[in-house]
């Protein structure tokens, strides 16, 4: 089997000072292969934006390993910090507060290609690339945020981070700000340029129906613990522990809701 792009084992945070510290992560294993969608899901609290804070080297561990690409990501210094933060792109939450008002997505996007020379004029062609990669017209390179929707914003964020040409996707809760509509066009975005660009995905959201459209395999976060995790299949259609099937019977329209059917 294919040695794992990302190989988190028994990781440990703890979040807070003194009498208010909290032990938020304990001992989480979860790995991604290359090329594969790992969908971490759990309820509000559990734990999976810590998770990705920490993989990103906001947050620092308190124990575990983060093992990225073979090599561990603890105790870095700031220049490989930094690459290692180009290898790994955040997808954010909420399109409308994750670009700035007073830029182009043009100027956004080529800052993300290179923030010394981030001149639109240099990287047109690599920005007009990943708009249409996203199904955007190129002349959104010269508009505004406030031009856009929240689902085409999202496009945009997720162009931006591509356009870095990452080894692993971290999607936080994308679809989560959107209606059910918009959603589904998002999933089948995501669905289309992993089979395209065979991306590497960590895909987080708290509605287990969106993370099946999407992942290979499922990690399940109980107040900080995995408590489950396989191929999603295998986890949908006979969850080996009672949470999951609590997941499974809060998704809206039932465990046997799929967001194609939209
Ligand atoms: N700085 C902090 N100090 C103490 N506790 C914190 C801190 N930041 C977050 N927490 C707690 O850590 C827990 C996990 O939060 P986290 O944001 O990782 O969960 P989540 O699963 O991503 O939830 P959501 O989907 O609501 O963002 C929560 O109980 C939160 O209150």
Request: hydrophobic fraction near 40%; aromatic fraction near 4%.
């Amino acid at each position: 089997m294919t040695e794992p792009l990302l190989d988190v084992r028994g990781l440990d945070v703890h979040l807070g000072h003194g009498a208010g510290q909290a032990h938020i992560l304990k001992g989480v294993d979860l790995s991604v292969r290359p090329g594969t969608t790992v969908g971490l899901v759990g309820e509000s609290g559990s734990g999976k934006s810590t998770l990705a804070k920490a993989l990103v080297g906001q947050v620092r561990p308190t124990g575990g390993s983060i093992l990225f690409a073979g090599r561990e990501t603890s105790g870095l210094r700031a220049r490989d910090l930094w690459q290692l933060r180009r290898r790994i792109q955040m997808v954010p939450q909420d399109p409308y507060s994750s670009l700035d008002p007073r830029r182009t997505i043009g100027e956004a996007i080529a800052e993300a290609i290179d923030p010394r020379r981030s001149s639109i004029r240099r990287h047109r062609t690599t920005i007009r690339h990943w708009l249409a990669q996203v199904s955007l017209d190129a002349d959104a390179a010269e508009r505004y945020p406030h031009e856009f929707s929240g689902g085409q914003r999202q496009r945009i964020a997720i162009a931006r981070a591509l356009a870095v040409e990452p080894d692993l996707v971290i999607a936080d809760e994308i679809t989560s700000a959107l209606d059910l509509t918009t959603q589904a066009e998002i999933l089948n975005l995501l669905s289309r340029l992993r089979k395209d660009l065979g991306l590497t995905m960590l895909f987080i959201s708290h509605n287990l129906a969106v993370v099946r459209h999407v992942s290979d395999e499922v990690v399940v976060l109980y107040h900080g613990d995995v408590v489950e995790s396989g191929p999603v299949d295998t986890v949908f259609e006979t969850p080996g522990h009672g949470y999951t099937q609590k997941l499974l019977d809060s998704v809206p329209g039932g465990p046997g809701f799929r967001l194609e059917a939209v």
